[in-house]
T-cell receptor, first 115, second 112 residues
């Protein structure tokens, strides 16, 4: 079945450590996104990529980095510069970036807790 | 002012009740609209798109009011399984392209 796989599902990190969240899709989608969700709040866009080897900052990119070396993969690194990284991270994809005709498919999410 | 606003709730309703949520958006250039459902600690999933003429899918009805800049979701004959958070999503056109913006969600709890 086609879909998006995120790993790990749960991750604990000590302050000052970088962590990388994996996102893989087999939907042949061009566009991929990373969102952050805090309790009781909506999703905020961290980074997005419309095509391989290209990515753009979203609303809250500070303290995060991404790469898009393959169409299927869009890993997110949460760096030590991110002041409040504890959150639920969601990866999503669709055929064309921000196309009104294409809805987002989400992965199951990665829950990061900083100890 | 947030670009997409929703009443966070929770809306506590008995089974069988009819419940409606509204979502307001501030950017008149908004082009397309969606309702997503998110269960606790899960990812959002598309519930339905919202069309200009309004649309219905079983017990769910979505409507768009462009003049007043809001969309609504009506759930009839509520089931226990409808308990979830409902996210309003608006596709807004900016100079650089389109951007999907999420509301904060409205939490629904259906009680026996």
């Amino acid at each position: 079945d086609g879909g998006i796989t995120q790993s790990p599902k749960y991750l604990f990190r000590k302050e000052g450590q970088n962590v990388t969240l994996s996102c893989e899709q087999n939907l042949n989608h061009d566009a991929m996104y990373w969102y952050r969700q805090d309790p009781g709040q909506g999703l905020r866009l961290i980074y997005y990529s419309q095509i391989v080897n290209d990515f753009q900052k979203g609303d809250i990119a500070e303290g995060y980095s991404v790469s898009r070396e393959k169409k299927e993969s869009f890993p997110l690194t949460v760096t030590s510069a991110q002041k409040n990284p504890t959150a639920f991270y969601l990866c999503a994809s669709n055929d064309r970036a921000f196309s009104g005709a294409n809805v987002l498919t989400f992965g199951a999410g990665s829950r990061l807790t900083v100890l | 002012r947030k670009e997409v606003e929703q009443d966070p709730g929770p809306f506590n309703v008995p089974e069988g009740a009819t419940v409606a949520f509204n979502c307001t958006y501030s950017n008149s250039a908004s082009q397309s609209f969606f309702w997503y459902r998110q269960d606790c600690r899960k990812e959002p999933k598309l519930l339905m798109s919202v069309y200009s003429s309004g649309n219905e899918d079983g017990r769910f009805t979505a409507q768009l009011n462009r003049a007043s800049q809001y969309i609504s979701l009506l759930i009839r004959d509520s089931k226990l399984s409808d308990s979830a958070t409902y996210l309003c999503v608006v596709n807004i056109r900016y100079n650089a392209g389109n951007m999907l913006t999420f509301g904060g969600g409205t939490r629904l709890m259906v009680k026996p």
